[in-house]
């Protein structure tokens, strides 16, 4: 393996941001990370990041740049909140976003500009098997045992614990958040599926709601209780397709149920994509 590559991660400032980010993306595309060392979100994405960018091998490099130290530089970026993260690819911003998101967000982001290189042909293989939530817990469990006094940690344990299926836990650990916590986006987005979660305790099965909708199309319920079922399970699209149905057909039912249960979808999916359509299709029947 060659020793003198060049590191993938690599510190950002005014006077290496022209030849290491603009000319340097020109080859290999940059990811610029605006970050700072009180900013809770940024401990939870910084290594993330990182691990990416040695998975990908030198696909891209990531440049981090520390907002209170580089000002200037954030200004001209025109950074309203941190974390924010660019792309920068052949001289110019391609991409970026804000805020701390899931690592299966951030391959996905990824996905859409490089790709991993293969390694060099003496490295040792990497185990690049997902993470489980179970595996997220305790190694999260572990990191608050060490290191008592990083709430954000707490907030990504609560997100595992609700990924695992205990969302007693989960909804404890978020309500024990600090105030600058507990309005980050994924512990509003976490609280919003929480909701939904607690929704279909002691309710009918997929199948059960789909026999009573096929032995009375209209009941209300029935559509309602399988638009969550389907929005928490694997196909959000056809759930959401339940409550637009009964906003066309039932918009009073149970108190605006289906507008409610639509925001709290929005609020719940990761896919902006997605999320965009039905708030369209939405604004459509209700304007």
């Not at 309203?80 to 001289?91: A, Q």
């Not at 209780?225 to 339940?242: I, K, Q, S, T, Y």
């Amino acid at each position: 393996m060659n020793a003198a590559v060049t590191s993938p991660i690599f510190d950002v400032d005014q006077e290496n941001f022209e030849t290491e980010v603009l000319q340097a993306s020109l080859k290999t595309p940059v990811l610029v990370d605006f970050w700072a060392t009180w900013c809770g979100p940024c401990k939870t994405l910084g290594p993330m990041l990182e691990k990416l960018a040695a998975e990908y091998n030198g696909a891209f490099r990531l440049g981090k740049v520390d907002v209170d130290k580089n000002q200037e530089l954030a200004g001209v970026f025109g950074i309203r909140s941190i974390p924010t993260v660019m792309l920068v690819k052949d001289g110019q911003i391609a991409d970026g976003f804000a805020g701390a998101l899931p690592e299966g967000q951030l391959r996905e982001f990824l996905s859409r500009h490089v790709q991993p290189l293969e390694g060099d042909l003496d490295d040792e293989p990497q185990d690049t098997a997902p993470e489980s939530p179970e595996q997220a817990i305790n190694r999260l469990q572990q990191a608050i045992a060490a290191d008592a006094d990083r709430p954000e940690l707490k907030l990504d344990l609560a997100v595992a614990l609700a990924q695992a299926g205990h969302a007693s836990a989960a909804e404890a650990e978020l309500n024990a958040l600090p105030a600058n916590l507990a309005t980050d986006t994924r512990a509003v987005r976490l609280r919003s599926q929480l909701d939904l979660v607690r929704t279909l305790e002691g309710t009918p099965a997929l199948d059960a709601l789909q026999q009573r909708l096929q032995a009375n199309p209209q009941d209300w319920e029935a559509h309602d209780l399988l638009g969550v079922r389907l929005v928490l399970g694997d196909d959000p699209g056809a759930g959401m397709e339940h409550w637009l149905l009964m906003l066309e057909k039932a918009r009073d039912w149970n108190d605006g149920q289906a507008k409610k249960r639509l925001l709290a979808a929005f609020n719940t999916l990761d896919d902006a994509e997605l999320v965009g359509r039905y708030r369209r299709r939405m604004a459509s029947l209700l304007f």
